[in-house]
């Protein structure tokens, strides 16, 4: 595979349920078909691992999106796009992943909370709603949304792979990467 130009970061965030992990799979093989480097950054999936010692208050929630940001920075620099599915609900830790890692696209996935609730197969907002867990983000934890993404994906309107080839069209228009 021929290297590219520098590595850039594509950071979705959103409600948990919103359809950001899902959107990310689709994502992956299409930038990879393109001639890219790619890697998926999941927040669940490095929560088990790099953050299995946090946990959900802001503090915990702001270094887990900081060590996510770092290890988006080491894939970007080498010429890698992660795509980081990441609830980080917070305006403040996005802005500083922004700066950590410099070349970034942030991606809203926009979704109301009723369509997350009803899509939730963990059953999270159940338990959230019936106060077995607690600071569950989008019912007694707030979720920020971005006030200026670069890219806002409707999963109402659109199915994933939609909405993946949508964020690519909008990549490409952006000069993010060259048109397929």
Request: charged share 30%; aromatic share 8%; glycine share 8%.
């Amino acid at each position: 595979m021929q290297r590219g130009p520098p590595g850039f970061c594509i950071w979705l965030t959103g409600l948990p349920s919103a359809g950001k992990t899902t959107i990310a799979k689709e994502l992956l093989p299409r930038l990879v078909e393109r001639g890219w480097y790619a890697d998926l950054l999941d927040g669940d999936e490095i929560r088990r691992g790099l953050s299995a010692d946090l946990g959900f208050d802001r503090k915990s929630r702001e270094a887990h999106a900081t060590r996510v940001a770092f290890c988006a920075k080491l894939l970007a620099r080498n010429g890698s796009i992660p795509v980081v599915a990441l609830i980080s609900p917070y305006r403040s830790s996005r802005a500083a992943a922004r700066q950590e890692i410099g070349r970034f696209v942030e991606v809203y996935v926009s979704t109301p909370l009723t369509v997350c609730e009803d899509r939730d197969v963990k059953g999270l907002y159940k338990k959230a709603r019936a106060g077995t867990i607690k600071e569950m983000t989008g019912v007694d934890d707030p979720y920020e949304p971005p006030e200026h993404p670069e890219i806002t994906v409707d999963t109402v309107r659109f199915t994933p792979a939609q909405s993946a080839e949508f964020i690519l069209g909008e990549l490409e228009r952006l000069g993010w990467m060259p048109k397929a």
